[in-house]
């Protein structure tokens, strides 16, 4: 079981991870050329005009979908054709709209509302033809020291196998933000029922507060954060609650009131279209097109081999174990290994890997690792032949909690064809992570890979 640490040792500890988790300002990609596509959403006449607040593609209906605080909703093509615009019953000041991807629904985020005091989300049907319809659903969220104008912008799902919580029985959850503490916190929304829902967790991405939007691609595994008054985009990996930030844009100059933000992604593929809604300008309804936009598509590696190695009993093998465990004893040391096969991916492809685990018995100082050679088998491992070092040990000392996915940085470790580390103890502590023998929450190499 996890100790307390003393306060300094916490600081220090907590510092060092943030330190690393940061990616520093990178210009708009010069090729990404923007366009206009929202002249089309004009609404009907005696209508006010639709300033777009939110955006999101949707692989259901493949089209674009917009909300507007005047409580509109548009749909469109992505090359700006067929846009339609509706007024919806209720005046909803609606700042976000998002999809499962996998129904016919439409998730709208009202940014506050004037009974409850908070935001909150809107069921409405989708479809590629007919007009959007109320299904009556709607979920009130606990979101601390909203105001009518500093509530909820941004709201995004994402599904299970894509972020570092339990599955939930909904097939997924929200992420929302707040500009009134600059926070996106987490929801596991109940969809079959009105009202039910908890808060599962938050974190704070970057020290400003004017997150506009949210958007999170499955492909790329990446959530888009969107500021508007500091003009730059983060993109986020939600594989662990570490939310380790992968890159930071700087937004173009042709863009100054960025509302919406989603991505159309194509993998494979280098580049793909990216969207901005913008609110400002003299018609209000500005949504810039930008293609070549760099894409990292993503791919999961599961392992092939791995194996718990116990000093004490040196000659018998654990490769059939559902856990893996790292501790420091006397005489009684406890390593283990983990293989996975690289067939197909080039090594220089890779732009990020992160191995992750499913910690369950956490420890004040995680194990270090070192690389070793593939020529060894989960059913014959043991402590006596397990595998040497074939360079210095990598990364450990971080705290990690219990019941927690924890990641580790690869990228400059990996082998081509297949790779292969061993991972041993910095702790009397002991590290206890699922196998890939393990029920569920199995060990995971993810790749972003570019150019593929």
């Known amino acids: 079981m996890l100790r307390s640490l003393s306060v300094l040792t916490v600081s220090v500890l907590f510092l060092s991870l943030c330190a690393g988790s940061a990616a520093a300002d990178t210009p708009w990609p010069s090729n990404s050329t923007g366009t206009n596509i929202g002249s089309g959403l004009v609404p009907a006449a005696g209508e006010p005009s639709f300033e777009p607040s939110g955006i999101v ?12 605080d005047e409580s509109q909703l548009a749909r469109m093509q992505p090359d700006g054709s067929n846009p339609t615009v509706w007024t919806l019953a209720g005046g909803y000041d609606l700042e976000s709209v998002a ?11 009202q940014e506050y509302d004037s009974t409850s005091k908070e935001p909150v989300i809107r ?36 599904p299970n196998g894509y972020h570092p919580y339990a599955a939930s029985a909904s097939g997924g959850v929200f992420f929302a933000s707040s500009q009134a503490d600059g926070r996106i ?14 808060r599962l967790g938050w974190f704070t991405p970057d020290s400003s507060h004017d997150i506009s939007d949210l958007y999170f691609s499955t492909a790329t ?3 888009f954060v969107l500021y508007d008054t500091a003009n730059k985009l983060l993109e986020i990996d939600t594989s662990t609650e570490q939310y380790p930030i992968m890159s930071t844009y ?37 949504v810039f097109s930008f293609n070549n936009f760099p894409q990292l598509c993503a791919q999961v590696l599961g392992p092939s081999a791995n194996a718990t190695t116990n000093q004490s009993s040196p000659t018998k093998n654990y490769g059939d174990g559902t856990f893996l465990d790292a501790d420091s004893a006397s005489g009684a040391d406890k390593d283990f290994l983990i293989q996975f096969s690289l067939s197909g991916v080039t090594t220089s492809q890779i732009s990020r890997a992160q191995l992750v685990f499913y910690v369950t018995d956490g420890t004040d100082m995680s194990p270090q690792y070192c690389a070793t050679s593939t ?8 402590w006596s032949n397990q595998p040497a070092c074939s360079g210095s040990n990598q990364s450990g000392g971080a705290s990690v909690s219990s019941n927690i996915w ?25 590290f206890v992570a699922n196998s890939r023998h393990a029920t569920s929450n199995h060990p995971q190499l993810i790749l972003w890979l570019t150019g593929q």
């Open 99 to 109: 999809v499962t991807g996998t129904t016919n629904k439409l998730y709208l985020g």
């Open 185 to 198: 916190y987490v929801y596991d929304v109940n969809l079959s029922q009105s009202g039910t829902l908890t």
């Open 123 to 158: 069921e409405y049907t989708s479809s590629s033809t007919a007009a959007p319809t109320a299904t009556g659903k709607t979920w009130v969220l606990d979101m601390p020291n909203v105001t009518s104008s500093d509530g909820m912008e941004g709201l995004t799902w994402v």
């Open 250 to 286: 700087t937004l173009p100059t042709s863009t100054d009131g960025q509302e919406g933000v989603t991505l159309k992604a194509s993998c494979p593929g280098a580049s793909t279209n990216i969207f901005i809604a913008d609110d400002n300008g003299s018609t209000a309804h500005n």
């Open 375 to 382: 020529n060894w088998s989960e059913t014959g491992v043991t």
């Open 57 to 68: 593609w949707d692989n259901v209906t493949s089209a674009l979908w917009l909300v507007g």
């Open 221 to 223: 595994r990446t959530l």
């Open 406 to 430: 924890f990641a580790y940085d690869m990228k400059n470790a990996l082998q081509g064809g297949s790779t292969s580390f061993r991972f041993s103890p910095r702790s009397t502590n002991d």
